[in-house]
């Protein structure tokens, strides 16, 4: 599956996204600034990201500790995740994320 990334500056790159891993690892390992402080584990919110183009919908609800966490992270908007708890499937193939301010 594809993930359509955009870094702080508006530059947008494409990176393979492995089945049964996070979003997060994905970005990270492709050289995005993503902190991702806790490594993944929900928290830390460093992993914060938008999901854009009505792909905020087809993901399945955020569990209460994912809510709590965002609730402490900056700017956050109603399409807001932690990339962490976002797991890559074919059905997410062609996502877009836009990295949130740190
Ligand atoms: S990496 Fe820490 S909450 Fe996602």
Not at 16 to 29: A, K, P, Q, S, V
Not at 40 to 50: D, K, L, S
Not at 61 to 83: C, F, I, K, T
Request: charged share 25%; glycine share 8%.
């Amino acid at each position: 599956m594809k993930i359509i990334a955009k870094d702080r500056e508006g530059k947008t790159v494409e990176i393979e996204g492995r089945d049964g891993w996070t979003i997060m690892e994905m970005l990270r390992d492709a050289g995005l600034p993503i902190t991702a402080e806790c490594g993944g584990a929900c928290a830390c919110a460093t992993c914060h990201v938008y999901i854009e183009d009505g792909w905020y919908e087809k993901l399945s609800a955020p569990s209460d500790g994912e809510v709590d966490m965002l609730d402490m992270a900056l700017a956050v908007q109603p399409n807001s995740r932690l990339s962490c708890q976002l797991t890559c499937s074919e059905e997410l193939d062609g996502i877009k994320v836009t990295l949130a301010p740190e």
